[in-house]
């Protein structure tokens, strides 16, 4: 993109230039700008930047690394959707990691997508619903461990409470 710095103004061309070589994605030791997303054909900047802080809050350390190591149900998170789902498999690209298809690879890598399925993945969005069911699920049986064990303590409080004060009213009869 050519700029006229007469036209618009040369703080304005800083700004837009700056904005062209910044960092948008970043995944540990691996940073992307809008230029090597674009050659790609990924324009989604704001799910990048969102992928990056998913992803740095998960200590991730590269590319590489997410791609061997990391499974697609370790990022049924908020604020990470398929959009930034796809921003990661653009970057994979960018990268050269993976192959023809990184984000398919990378799903079959860890899913099992030949003949030996350790979990059946339809989409993204399946999985990060299955996640949080789980997740609601748990929260719920702990819920009712807690309701049980509070229950049972008070049942045992006042039978407790009830012999105290049986004791009490025997004593003051034998006065």
């Keep these: 993109m050519k700029l006229a710095p007469g036209i618009l103004g040369q703080h304005a061309v800083t700004q837009l230039q700056r904005t062209a070589d910044e960092v948008i994605l970043e995944v540990g030791s691996d940073k992307?700008?809008?230029?090597?997303?674009?050659?790609?054909?990924?324009?989604?900047?704001?799910?990048?930047?969102?992928?990056?802080?998913?992803?740095?809050?998960?200590?991730?350390?590269?590319?590489?690394?997410?791609?061997e190591h990391i499974?697609?149900?370790s990022l049924a998170l908020p604020h990470m959707g398929v959009i930034s789902l796809a921003v990661l498999g653009a970057a994979f690209e960018a990268r050269k990691i993976g192959g023809a298809n990184p984000l398919e690879s990378w799903v079959?890598?860890?899913?099992?997508?030949?003949?030996?399925?350790?979990?059946?993945?339809?989409?993204?969005?399946?999985?990060?619903?299955?996640?949080?069911?789980?997740?609601?699920?748990?929260?719920?049986?702990?819920?009712?461990?807690?309701?049980g064990r509070r229950n049972q303590a008070h049942t045992l409080r006042l039978a407790r409470f009830g012999e105290r004060q049986a004791g009490v009213q025997v004593r003051e009869a034998t006065r």
């Design 32 to 67: 992307l700008g809008r230029r090597e997303l674009a050659a790609v054909g990924c324009y989604n900047f704001m799910a990048a930047r969102n992928l990056s802080a998913v992803l740095k809050s998960l200590q991730v350390t590269s590319l590489k690394f997410l791609f």
């Design 71 to 73: 499974p697609p149900s």
């Design 108 to 147: 079959k890598a860890h899913l099992g997508g030949n003949g030996s399925a350790k979990q059946a993945m339809v989409t993204f969005h399946t999985l990060k619903a299955r996640e949080l069911a789980e997740a609601r699920n748990e929260k719920q049986a702990t819920k009712q461990r807690k309701q």
